[in-house]
C-alpha cells in the first residue's frame, strides 16, 4: 500500500473496534495518521494503544478532540444511537468536521443522518467495505461511498489508507444501496459454492480438485477462490458472522419491500441463514451453509466430521 503522498493533517477518531475496526485502525495509523479510538469493550483499545492510538474516554471526548470521525458498527440502532444520543456526536461536533460512517446500515439512516450533520455544517459519507477481515487486514478493501464530493475528495486519502477499490456512487444513502447489491451477489454465490461443493461430495468426487478445475472457468470467483477453500478445510471461523449477515439480508429485504420488487434469491439465502441460527451457528462465518446442505443431503448432521 503506498503511503507517501497521504495527508495526515486531519486528526482521525475511529468508534468501534471489532474483527473489522481494529485492522482498520492499525492500517490508518501506518499511514501516519493520527488517531482517537472509543469502543465499548476497553480491552480492544488497550490493544490499539500500544499501536500507537490515542485512547477516549467517550464518543463526547472522542467528538471534540478530532476533525474526522469514522464508525465501524454492527447495525443502524448502533449508528444512530452514536450520532443522535445526548452524549452522541450531533451535539459535539463542530463546523467543517467529517463524519464516515463504514458499517452496513439502512440507507434511510445514513441520509437521516447526513441531514442532520448538515445542519451543523458537517459533512457525512456513508462509505460501507466488502472484503471481510482479510482485506481489512491488508489494506484491500472495497469501499463504495454515498455523499457529496468535496466530501469524498475530502476523505479519499484516508479510505485509501484502509482500501484499494474506492468508488464514489452518488448522493447520500448510494454507498448503503450499493453494500445491499453486494450482500446479494455475495450471498448467492456462497450459496452455489456450497452447492456444488455438497454435490462433489455426495457423488464421492474430490471437492478439491472440482475447486481448482472450477477456478479456470466462468464459475471463477473470489468466493470460490477463499471461502471455497475454507468450505473444503471446514473453517467456520468468523470472518464475517452468519448473524450480521443475516442483518445485512434483512436489510436487502427491506429495501425491496420499499421498492416494491421482487428478489426470491435473496429471500431464500435469508431463509437458510434462519435455518442455521435455530440450529446455534449465528455466531460462525457465514460460510456454514455448506453444513446446511450437507445435512439436507444425507452427509454430514456436524460442523466437524
Known amino acids: 500500500m503506498d503511503t507517501q503522498n497521504t495527508q495526515t493533517s486531519d ?10 475496526g481494529k485492522p482498520m485502525v492499525r492500517n490508518l495509523l501506518k499511514a501516519g495518521y493520527g488517531v482517537t479510538v472509543f469502543n ?9 494503544k500500544g499501536d500507537g492510538a490515542t485512547l477516549a474516554d467517550s464518543i463526547a471526548h472522542l467528538t471534540q478532540c478530532v476533525d474526522v470521525i469514522i464508525t465501524c458498527v454492527s447495525d443502524s ?7 443522535f444520543d445526548s452524549q452522541g456526536i450531533l451535539n459535539h461536533v463542530r463546523p467543517g468536521m467529517l463524519f ?11 441520509r437521516k443522518i447526513f441531514q442532520a450533520l448538515q445542519t451543523k455544517e458537517v459533512s457525512a459519507l456513508d462509505a460501507p467495505v466488502s472484503g471481510g477481515d482479510i482485506g481489512a487486514q491488508q489494506g484491500t478493501l472495497s469501499i463504495m461511498v454515498g455523499g ?69 472457468g466462468f464459475a471463477q470467483s473470489k468466493v470460490m477462490e477463499v471461502h471455497g477453500q475454507k468450505m473444503l478445510d471446514r473453517n467456520f471461523n468468523p470472518g464475517f458472522k452468519l448473524d450480521l449477515f443475516r442483518k445485512d439480508m434483512n436489510i436487502v ?7 416494491k420488487i421482487s428478489l426470491p434469491g435473496s ?38 466430521d
Open 11 to 20: 486528526r482521525i477518531g475511529f468508534i468501534g473496534l471489532g474483527i473489522m
Open 40 to 48: 465499548r469493550s476497553r480491552a480492544a483499545m488497550d490493544e490499539l
Open 77 to 83: 440502532p448502533d449508528v444512530d444511537s452514536i450520532v
Open 100 to 110: 464516515i460512517d463504514m458499517s452496513t446500515i439502512a440507507a434511510a439512516t445514513s
Open 148 to 216: 457529496e464530493k468535496n466530501a469524498f475528495d475530502r476523505a479519499l486519502p484516508i479510505l485509501q489508507a484502509m482500501g484499494k477499490n474506492i468508488v464514489h456512487i452518488g448522493d447520500a444513502g448510494a454507498g448503503q444501496i450499493t453494500k445491499a447489491c453486494n450482500q446479494i451477489v455475495v450471498a448467492m454465490t456462497v450459496q452455489g459454492v456450497a452447492e456444488a461443493l455438497t454435490l462433489a461430495k455426495k457423488s464421492g468426487v474430490d471437492g478439491a480438485k472440482v475447486r481448482e478445475a472450477l477456478l479456470g
Open 253 to 259: 429485504l427491506q429495501t425491496a419491500m420499499q421498492e
Open 267 to 304: 429471500a431464500n439465502a435469508a431463509e437458510q441463514m434462519n435455518a442455521l441460527q435455530a440450529q446455534g451457528k449465528g455466531d460462525l462465518d457465514f460460510i456454514s451453509v455448506l453444513t446446511l446442505y450437507e445435512l439436507l443431503s444425507g452427509i454430514g448432521d456436524s460442523i466437524v
